[in-house]
């Protein structure tokens, strides 16, 4: 019963803000004590999709969290292994948990001056490279965990039955390292799709991220588009949940996942 | 019996090895011949894992020399050494199942599909694993685990294999048959093996030559009666304890 009700709340907590974000973004009227709108339209997605010009948005957003996430999780993977074997890695930490524990506004005016003098401030590249710091930092705290003394014995046994360095990358660790890469490629690609601060500061309002355009729709009071972009933000976090939940079989064919 | 072989398959000459600032494993030099297993005995922190881990090349060595069928090999990567190093638990791949697992060395090789369903058909057999070729390495039990690295290793026929306490993790039932089966098939095969333990009664039973490590040094014995008439190995107190026990 406990776990039951447990369930039904964990499922209210999850889909009832968006159904509700749902219902905002089709509601013409909703006079209280209404339970439901009383009129409805679809205008608010027809801006959203076509007049507002959020087409190019999302695109761009989908591609500057893209690149984050994948160079991101790619570098976090090949330099964690350094970091988590080195001497004061201790040191190395707490410098790396430095973009968490400061402003991101102070981090993003930080980098916007550094950005402004290496000409990539008001710019995609800057807004991924200022990203790409905050998401390479967390890659490496998370994937540090990996290399512990079990990962290091399989690397060293597949070497003594013939494997070179990059067949041990390709063959043993990668493979193993997989599912931990899966979720810092979502982590990474989700710090960098819900973040404000910094496209707002080193963008310079040039680059515009669907983060920073629904903050324009709040500010201009119109509800029905900033819950149809809302709508649109929790789009990437709601599917990885459903794939989580249906994960598929992996098929091992010649030694490599397909 | 010493050394059921002849030839020396491995030399080991004057082996200095330091881990940070301590010595590890200091003026080590044995020889085993072809075919035979040589047990090496010793506590926890002797130096047993360094040893093998320096044969196999994955520690770096400060001096001596390492010869693997007349070849140094001293200065080459592990994957050229043609040594396989058997670590204290069954590291299967857990991304492979069994059958995979068994032939990951010989896909490393790039050998033809044919050859490798045959080989590791045969392990399976010989292993007494067949059956669970489909299972992923959760699925197996600790006995299972064990042979099918045991499997992975006879697979790609090294020149050498190096036992790190393999057994050391089973039930003594279990952990008795392992031993049993490693001799039988030692013998079949013709396998080279150094074997280290802390187990007096296992190194008696897989072991053809017999040394001792205490503090990094290596004591080598002329013979199996030689290795049970030295004091320090323990074999005098084991059979006066078990002899009291039983004598009323």
Redesign the interface.
């Known amino acids: 019963m406990i776990r039951r009700v447990g369930s039904v709340l964990r499922w209210l907590v999850v889909w009832l803000p968006i159904g509700l974000l749902g219902l905002w973004s089709v509601t013409r009227r909703w006079p209280w004590p209404a339970l439901l709108p009383t009129q409805w339209q679809l205008s608010a997605w027809s801006d959203v999709l076509g007049t507002a010009g959020l087409g190019p948005t999302v695109l761009r957003s989908v591609a500057i969290s893209t690149t984050v996430a994948l160079g991101a999780s790619i570098a976090g993977f090949l330099t964690s292994r350094s970091a988590a074997r080195h001497a004061r890695r201790e040191g190395l930490y707490v410098f790396l948990h430095l973009p968490f524990v400061i402003s991101p506004v102070v981090l993003g005016v930080s980098l916007d001056y550094l950005f402004l003098r290496l000409g990539v401030a008001e710019r995609a590249a800057g807004v991924i490279l200022g990203q790409g710091i905050v998401a390479y930092a967390y890659a490496v705290i998370l994937l540090s965990g990996f290399w512990n003394e ?1 990962i290091r ?2 690397a ?9 360095g990059l ?1 041990v990358w390709t ?2 660790l990668w ?2 390292a ?1 599912p931990l890469l899966a979720v810092c490629l979502l982590q990474t690609f989700l710090i960098s799709w819900f973040d404000y601060a910094l496209v707002l500061l080193i963008g310079g309002g040039r680059v515009v991220t669907l983060t920073t355009a629904l903050y324009q729709y709040f500010a201009s009071g119109d509800v029905r588009l900033a819950a149809a972009c809302a709508l649109l933000l929790v789009a990437p976090p709601l599917l990885a949940l459903a794939l989580h939940r249906y994960p598929r079989s ?1 098929t ?1 064919i ?2 490599w ?1 397909h | 019996m010493h050394g059921v072989g002849n030839a020396t398959a491995l030399r080991i000459s004057d082996l200095d090895v330091s881990l940070g600032s301590r010595r590890v494993l200091q003026d080590v030099s044995f020889t085993v011949d072809a075919r035979s297993t040589f047990a090496v005995i010793g506590g926890s922190g002797c130096g047993k894992t360094t040893l093998l881990r320096a044969i196999a090349g994955l520690t770096p060595i400060e001096r001596g020399r390492i010869e693997v069928d007349g070849r140094p090999v001293e200065g080459l990567a592990p994957n050229r050494r043609d040594v396989v190093y058997l670590n204290q638990e069954p590291l299967l791949f857990p991304h492979l199942n069994l059958f995979e697992n068994l032939a990951f060395g010989l896909r490393l090789r790039r050998r033809p599909r044919e050859e490798i369903a045959v080989r590791v058909d045969a392990l399976l057999s010989a292993l007494d694993l067949r059956g669970l070729e489909a299972r992923q390495p959760q699925a197996l039990s600790g006995g299972q685990k064990q042979r099918a690295a045991f499997g992975r290793a006879l697979a790609v026929e090294p020149a050498m294999m190096l036992l790190d306490e393999p057994f050391g993790s089973l039930d003594p039932t279990t952990r008795e048959s392992m031993q049993d089966l490693f001799k039988q098939v030692s013998r079949e095969r013709g396998i080279t093996a150094v074997f280290v333990t802390h187990d007096l009664k296992e190194s008696l039973r897989v072991g053809d030559q017999f040394a001792a490590l205490r503090d990094g040094r290596c004591c080598v014995y002329a013979d199996r009666a030689a290795f049970c008439r030295d004091p320090a190995t323990g074999v005098a107190r084991e059979t006066a304890f078990w002899s009291a026990s039983v004598e009323p």
């Open positions: 079990r014995a399989f060293d046994g597949a070497a003594t039955l013939g494997a070179t067949q063959r043993v493979p193993i997989r992996t091992l010649d030694g996942p």
